[in-house]
Nanobody
């Protein structure tokens, strides 16, 4: 599956942004997620969504971010609210065939989000 993210950009603290990820394949066949990497830092899991719609979130974004998907459009979303400077990172859409796979075989090219005043 090929993944292409969009929606990144600059936003002020407290603002909102919605990221999207369009997949070439049928996303109902994949466990999907958003992963971010700040400059000089390790990758951090942001959110995941299973084929049945079950979601999980990283502790740092719980209550502020929401992952969703539109199966008909093969598109994954990440609604980001109450953004903080520490949310600044490259955000990647990722997919794997099963939730229990240790790694994510499929990644998009990433979209940069910068939160600053």
């Amino acid at each position: 599956v090929h993944l292409v993210e969009a929606g990144g950009g600059s936003v002020q603290p407290g603002g909102s942004r919605r990221l999207s990820c369009v997949a070439t394949g049928d996303i109902t066949k994949y466990f999907m997620g958003w992963i971010r990497q700040a400059r000089g830092e390790a990758c951090e899991g942001v959110a995941t969504i299973d084929s049945d719609g079950t979601t999980t979130y990283g502790d740092s974004v719980k209550g502020r971010f929401a992952i969703s998907k539109d199966n008909a459009k093969n598109t994954l979303y990440l609604q980001m609210n109450a953004l903080k400077p520490e949310d600044t990172a490259m955000y990647y859409c990722a997919a794997k065939e099963h939730s229990w796979y240790p790694a994510w075989p499929y990644w998009g090219q990433g979209t940069q989000v910068a939160v600053s005043s």
